[in-house]
C-alpha cells in the first residue's frame, strides 16, 4: 500500500484547506486548542450553538458527513477523502462532539434499516447538525451483557409501549432523537427478544437526568421510560431482529471511537521535552526515553493500522473486528501517560486548577477520564473476549444462561 | 506472488526438523534451504539488476524477510544480504560492487558484517580492532553467521577514525561461540594482519553502521513479525486442542486474554512494519523514525509472543521436544542482534520531531 497522497489525493486536499481556510471559526481556534482533555473550550461562546453553527455551514457547503450519498446530506465522498478532511479540519473537529453518536453510530444503523421515506427525512438534518441523536443502550443491568437488557416493548394497537431504564447515554439531554433497543419478547432466549426503533427524545413520559461521573462532569445520563408510545413504523429491522441491527451499531461505533481516538502521546511528548526532574531535562532521563519509544511504537501502531483499515475499506472490503485494538490500546496507554506525567511532577503534578498547570491542565483531566475509556463501548474484557473469539477463532464464553429464555435467567438482586 | 512461492518452498523444505539439525550441530546451516532461495532468485530481490541481483525492491525484500522469518529458516540470509549486501551497496566502490554483489546475491557467497568485541553493547569509541597499510587485526566476540561467511565487513579503527572495511575470511581464525540461538552460526573471529580493503572511499565508519543498522532493522522486523505470528499460531492451536477441567484451555479467560495481547502487539507491530517498508522502498525523509519504530513494536511483539507460547503450552512449553524454544531463542537473538530494545528505543525518541 501507499502512505503519501496520490495526485487526485492533494488536489482534495487543497480545496478541503482553501474552504477551511476561508470558513472556519478561527475566533474559536485559540480556545479550542487548548481545551481541557474531554471538553470543548469555546471561550465566552455556547459549545452547543457554536457546534451547530460550524455544522451547518459545512452542510451548506458540502462538507458535512462527506461520505454519505448526497441525498441524505453527504458529499458521497471516497473514505480517503474523508480521512483528509479529518486531518485538515484539525482543531475544529473537536466542536463535532455532540454529533459523533448521531453521525457515526445512529446514521449508518439508519442507514441500513429504516425506510427510504424515513432516511430522506431525517438523514440531512442529522448530518447538518440541526437535529442531534443519542443511542440508548445500556442499562442499569446489563452493560457488558448487553442481550440481557430488560426495558420492555409492548404491541398496542398500531403502537409500542416502552417501561423500562437506559443509562450511559451521551447527549440525551440535548438530543432530538434517539434509536432504543427493547425486549419484546422475554419468553425466548435472550438474543432472539430484541426489537430496535428510533424515537421522538420530547415524547411524553421520557425523563431524563445526568449522571455526575467520579471525575465531577457530567457527559451521559439515566433515561427512564414511562408507557411512552413509538408507532410501528418507527421499527428498525424485524420484531426479534434488533441484536442484528445492534451489532450494526457496535461495529461502527468501534470504528468511530478507533479511528480518532487520543493516545495523550502528543501531550506526554510536549510534557517531557520542558520538564525539569532531579537529573535534569525530562527527556534527557533513559527511563523517561524508553516509555516515550514504547508509547509512539503503540500510537503509531494505531495510526498505521487505521490506515490499513481505510485503504481495506477504499477496495470495497469491510473492517472487521481487528479494529477493536483502537480503543483497547489507547484507553490503557492514555490511563499509564498521565499517571507517569504526574509523577514525574511529584506533588505539583496533583494540581488540577487549569491556570496553574501546563497545557491547562490535560494530563490531569486524562487521569480522571481515563477509566471510562477503558470501559465505555466495550470494556478492555469484551474487547479481548471478541479479539480472541472472532480475531483468534478460540472457543466462546462458557455461558450459564445459553439457550435460556430470558425470563428464566437467574438475575441476582 | 513471490511471497507465495517462497512460503510454499519453506513449507515443504524448511520444516522444524531441518531447523533441529543446524541447532543440534548435525551442519552449520541449511545449505539445501540456502540453494532453493538462490535458485528462486530470493538473495538477490533488492540488488540492482547492474550487480546480479532481480531489482524487484525493498517491499518484495521485507515480505520474503516475513516468510524467512515464520519459518525460522537456519540459513546466513540476514547477515549475507541485509547487512553485508546492504553495506557493499551503499559504501562500496564499483569495483567491490562488481565483484561481490553478483556473488551474494547469487547465494554463492556469504557475506557478513562483524562490530561487538565484547559483552558490551558497542559504541564509538570501544573498537579496538585496528586497520593500517592494507592489514586487518584484532578480534571480533560475536559474528551473526560468522562459522559460515565467506567474506566480512568489518567496523574497524583507522589513523582517520572509524571506517568500514572488506575482508575474506579464508586466512582468518574462527570459533563457534555458543549463544541463545545456536542456527545463527555466531562465531569470534580473530584477524591477525590479515589483508583487508577501506569500503569504497573514506567515511565515518561508525555513521556508516547507523545507517546500514537502520535499513536492516526493517528488514529484521519483518522476521521478528513472521516469527510472532506463528509463535500465536501455535498458541491458539493447542490452546483449541489442549482440554483442562473438562474444556478447552483456550475458553479460559486468562489464556484468552494472553493471547489477544499478543495479537494486539502483533498488529501493532505489522501496521509500523508496512509504514516503514514503504518508508524504506521510498527512501523517505522519516525512514529513521519508521525504521526504529517498526524495530521497537517487532522487537516487542516477537518476544511477547515467543514468551508466551510456552506459558499457553505449561510444562510442555518448556522441554526440548515442543518447538516452543525454536521461536524463544530466535526471538532473543533477534532483539540483540543490530541493538538491543534500549538503544533502538533512544534511537526512536532522537528521531522525534520537535512538535509530536
Redesign the interface.
Known amino acids: 500500500m501507499d502512505f503519501s497522497d496520490t495526485k487526485e489525493e492533494a488536489a482534495f486536499r487543497e480545496e478541503v484547506q482553501g474552504w477551511i481556510a476561508e470558513n472556519a471559526p478561527d475566533y474559536l481556534f485559540e480556545s479550542l486548542s487548548t481545551s481541557g482533555f474531554g471538553s470543548t473550550g469555546t471561550g465566552d461562546y455556547d459549545p452547543l450553538t457554536e457546534a451547530k453553527k460550524w455544522q451547518k455551514k459545512k452542510a451548506d457547503a458540502g462538507w458535512a458527513c462527506i461520505q454519505w450519498p448526497k441525498e441524505y446530506g453527504g458529499r458521497g465522498a471516497t473514505p480517503i477523502e474523508s480521512v483528509i478532511w479529518g486531518q485538515e479540519e484539525g482543531v475544529y473537529a473537536r466542536l463535532s462532539g455532540n454529533f459523533i453518536i448521531g453521525q457515526g453510530m445512529c446514521a449508518p444503523t439508519m442507514m441500513a434499516f429504516a425506510s427510504e421515506e424515513h432516511k430522506q427525512h431525517y438523514l440531512p438534518k442529522l448530518a447538518s447538525g440541526e437535529e442531534v441523536w443519542c443511542q440508548l443502550f445500556s442499562e442499569p443491568h446489563s452493560g457488558s451483557d448487553l442481550a440481557g437488557l430488560r426495558t420492555r416493548a409492548e404491541k398496542d394497537g398500531d403502537d409500542w409501549v416502552i417501561n423500562g431504564q437506559k443509562i450511559w447515554t451521551s447527549g440525551a439531554q440535548h438530543s432530538d432523537y434517539g434509536i432504543l433497543i427493547t425486549r419484546t419478547d422475554p419468553e425466548v432466549p435472550k438474543h432472539r427478544g430484541l426489537t430496535m426503533f428510533f424515537l421522538d427524545m420530547k415524547s411524553e413520559g421520557i425523563d431524563i437526568r445526568p449522571i455526575k461521573q467520579s471525575n465531577g462532569d457530567s457527559g451521559f445520563n439515566e433515561v427512564y421510560f414511562d408507557n411512552v408510545r413509538i408507532p410501528d413504523s418507527q421499527r428498525l429491522g424485524g420484531v426479534g431482529d434488533g441484536w442484528k441491527v445492534a451489532l450494526t451499531t457496535l461495529m461502527n461505533e468501534r470504528l468511530a471511537i478507533g479511528g480518532s481516538i487520543a493516545t495523550g502521546f502528543a501531550e506526554i511528548k510536549e510534557l517531557v521535552d520542558e520538564l525539569k526532574i532531579a537529573t535534569g531535562t525530562a527527556i534527557d532521563n533513559p527511563a523517561v526515553r524508553s516509555r516515550l519509544a514504547d508509547w509512539y511504537a503503540k500510537s503509531a501502531g494505531l495510526k498505521n493500522t487505521a490506515a490499513r483499515a481505510i485503504s481495506a475499506l477504499s477496495k470495497g472490503e469491510t473492517p472487521g473486528p481487528e479494529n477493536s485494538i483502537g480503543k483497547l490500546v489507547a484507553g490503557g496507554m492514555m490511563q499509564d501517560i498521565a499517571k507517569f506525567a504526574l509523577d514525574l511532577q511529584g506533588l505539583g503534578g496533583a494540581i488540577v486548577d487549569p491556570e496553574i498547570q501546563a497545557s491547562s491542565a490535560r494530563l490531569q483531566g486524562m487521569l480522571m477520564r481515563s477509566p471510562a475509556v477503558r470501559i465505555e463501548g466495550g470494556t478492555d474484557q469484551i474487547l479481548r473476549n471478541i479479539i480472541s473469539e472472532r480475531v483468534l477463532g478460540l472457543p466462546e464464553e462458557m455461558r450459564a444462561d445459553k439457550g435460556m429464555p430470558f425470563s428464566k435467567i437467574p438475575k441476582g438482586g | 506472488m513471490v511471497q507465495d512461492q517462497i512460503s510454499r518452498f519453506l513449507r515443504d523444505k524448511c520444516d522444524f526438523s531441518v531447523f533441529r539439525s543446524v541447532l543440534e550441530g548435525d551442519e552449520p546451516y541449511a545449505e539445501a534451504v540456502w540453494r532453493g532461495l538462490s535458485e528462486m532468485g530470493v538473495q538477490g530481490s533488492a540488488i540492482s539488476g547492474d550487480y546480479g541481483g532481480v531489482d524487484a525492491g525493498y517491499l518484495t525484500l521485507c515480505l520474503a524477510a516475513r516468510e524467512l522469518g515464520a519459518h525460522l529458516a537456519p540459513v546466513p540470509f540476514s547477515s549475507s544480504i541485509y547487512l553485508a549486501a546492504e553495506a557493499i551497496s551503499r559504501y562500496g566502490s564499483e569495483l567491490q560492487k562488481e565483484t561481490w554483489l553478483p556473488k551474494l546475491a547469487a547465494g554463492q557467497v556469504i557475506g557478513t558484517l562483524a562490530v561487538s568485541e565484547s559483552v558490551l553493547e558497542p559504541t564509538s569509541d570501544s573498537i579496538a580492532t585496528t586497520f593500517a597499510n592494507g592489514k586487518l587485526t584484532g578480534v571480533k566476540l560475536i559474528v551473526p553467521h560468522g562459522l559460515v561467511a565467506d567474506v566480512a565487513i568489518v567496523l574497524a579503527k583507522t589513523d582517520e577514525g572509524l571506517s568500514l572495511v572488506l575482508t575474506e575470511l579464508e586466512n582468518s581464525k574462527r570459533e563457534k561461540v555458543d549463544t541463545v540461538d545456536p542456527t545463527m552460526a555466531s562465531a569470534t573471529i580473530e584477524f591477525s594482519e590479515v589483508d583487508a580493503q577501506v569500503l569504497g572511499s573514506a567515511h565515518d565508519g561508525w555513521a556508516a553502521i547507523s545507517d546500514i543498522y537502520n535499513r536492516a532493522a526493517v528488514l529484521y522486523a519483518f522476521e521478528q513479525i513472521g516469527g510472532a505470528e506463528q509463535a500465536?499460531q501455535m498458541a491458539?492451536n493447542y490452546?483449541?486442542e489442549r482440554f483442562a477441567f473438562g474444556?478447552?484451555i483456550?475458553?479460559f479467560?486468562a489464556l484468552?486474554?494472553m493471547?489477544?495481547?499478543m495479537?494486539?502487539a502483533l498488529?501493532?507491530?505489522e501496521?509500523?512494519c508496512?509504514?516503514a517498508a514503504?518508508?524504506l522502498q521510498?527512501d523517505t525523509d522519516d525512514l529513521d523514525l519508521a525504521a526504529?519504530?517498526a524495530r521497537?513494536?517487532a522487537t516487542?511483539a516477537f518476544q511477547l509472543c515467543a514468551r508466551d507460547n510456552i506459558q499457553v503450552h505449561g510444562g510442555m512449553g518448556f522441554t526440548w521436544e515442543f518447538d516452543c524454544h525454536l521461536y524463544y531463542r530466535r526471538s532473543n537473538y533477534l532483539t540483540l542482534i543490530i541493538g538491543g530494545l534500549?538503544t533502538?528505543?533512544?534511537k526512536?525518541?532522537y528521531a522525534?520531531p520537535?512538535v509530536?
Open positions: 500465536l491458539v490452546a483449541k474444556r478447552p483456550g475458553s479467560q484468552k486474554h493471547m489477544a495481547d495479537y494486539v498488529k501493532l507491530a501496521s509500523n508496512y509504514y514503504w518508508a521510498n526504529a519504530t521497537v513494536s516487542q534500549s533502538w528505543e533512544d526512536l525518541v522525534l520537535d509530536a
